[in-house]
């Protein structure tokens, strides 16, 4: 498992991406794009805007209160524990999985906040990953190799325990 200290933590309230207020600005950019999602609402919004992703991480909250947008997919699902401020074996598996063997909807038991980095490293060049930024909107970030490398920078700052 992966723990991100305290000292840290301060470096992931930047957007890893372009932060747009609403989806909806960000839409006509994603066309053709394969799409993943980390977070209930930014899944429940690509769904509702008929843009499923190949992938969506979940926890079943939303800023800390239950979300009860859970959705509806007929994709195979996975199901992994990850605690707060930190990113486990199983989630990075779950995700590696999930970028070789698409469509999948990963639940996750704790929280799904940083599953963002191990997926930008999984994902291929292109692909485009949408997440909640709590009060401000929704962050969208292609896979490019800044983006990985961002994310490998991003992932040294974890302490391995």
Known sequence: MFYLPEEHREQFKEPFGTLFP??????PSLEGKTLYAVGDVVTHNLLAAGR???IAVID???MRAPCNRTPLFLYRRIRVKNQAGTLTEDLIGALEDAVENPPVL??????EDLAVIPLALAAPEGTVILYGQPGEGVVVCTVTPALKEAARYLLSLFVRV
Do not use: N, Q
């Open 52 to 54: 499923p992703p190949e």
């Open 106 to 111: 990963i639940t996750v038991d704790g929280e």
């Open 22 to 27: 609403e989806l909806e600005e960000a839409l």
């Open 60 to 62: 079943g909250y939303t």
